[in-house]
């Protein structure tokens, strides 16, 4: 879904014109930005398998701090926040915030069911139950 979360990021300059295009991409892609640095601190867990899908050989062990659905909210909430301390723009941080989140609900949509509800919780979500 990698492209899809920068259709989301360009959309975005459509509603509110006064992020800059950098911030909105930024903010669209920013938990898989995140996502590296989990991998490199060890917090989160990929492994490369040549041929475990079709668009990526990437099989994502664990990533309950960027890729829950409580850590996307708490991310997208401490986006907004930053945003709102730095700017003083409320609609435009509200905005950034739901730019993070969306990237949790197209990767939900995308993914294969690998999305935790909260961290460490062993539930998965799946669009249309939930996996324990
Ligand atoms: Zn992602």
Redesign the pocket.
């Known amino acids: 879904m990698f492209i899809g979360h920068f259709g989301v990021g360009l959309g975005a300059k459509k509603i509110d014109k006064k992020p800059s295009l950098g911030t909105m991409l930024f903010a669209a892609q920013f938990?898989?930005l995140l996502w590296p640095i989990m991998i490199l601190l060890g917090i989160e867990t990929v492994k490369i398998e040549p041929g475990n899908t079709a668009m990526t050989p990437l099989n994502f062990i664990s990533y309950p701090i960027t890729?829950s659905l409580l850590g996307a909210f708490v991310w997208s909430m401490l986006f907004g926040l930053v945003y709102f301390l730095i700017k003083k723009n409320y609609e435009s941080s509200i905005l950034l915030a739901s730019l993070v989140m969306s990237?949790w609900i197209l990767?939900l949509i995308t993914h294969r069911p690998d999305l935790q509800l909260i961290p460490w919780s062993g539930c998965l979500i799946i669009l249309s139950e939930m996996e324990c």
């Open positions: 938990l898989d890729h990237h990767d």
